[in-house]
């Protein structure tokens, strides 16, 4: 893969990443933080965000989101495709809000 497409799908998946959080946020933001892993400062400023910033920020060149588990255990759940895939889906987002709600404490 050639340079410049690398740098344009991190833009995309900028662009993706901040629509699809403000669309989030406005539609339940407690619920966005979780889902985000964003604390409620960020939450505000992406809010607050116009369509312009929103493009002019999605044009960088850096990922504007991470992976936000380190623990084997949350993988293990999330990829885990047995009949209990709900049930694991389920764990791995009460885990990683527990988490969360450490981290923004």
Known sequence: MKANELLEQIRE????YLLLA?????EDK???MIRLG???NTTE???QLTTAQVLRIASSNVPMC??????PAVWKL?????????ISGMHAAILMAGRCTQVTA
Not at 13 to 16: E, T, V, Y
Not at 22 to 26: D, E, F, R, S
């Open 13 to 16: 998946a900028n662009l993706s």
């Open 22 to 26: 403000k669309q989030l946020i406005h």
């Open 30 to 32: 407690a619920e966005a």
């Open 38 to 40: 964003i604390d409620e």
């Open 45 to 47: 400023l992406l809010n």
């Open 66 to 71: 991470k992976v936000r588990f380190e623990d």
């Open 78 to 86: 999330l990829s885990d495709h047995g009949k209990e895939r709900a």
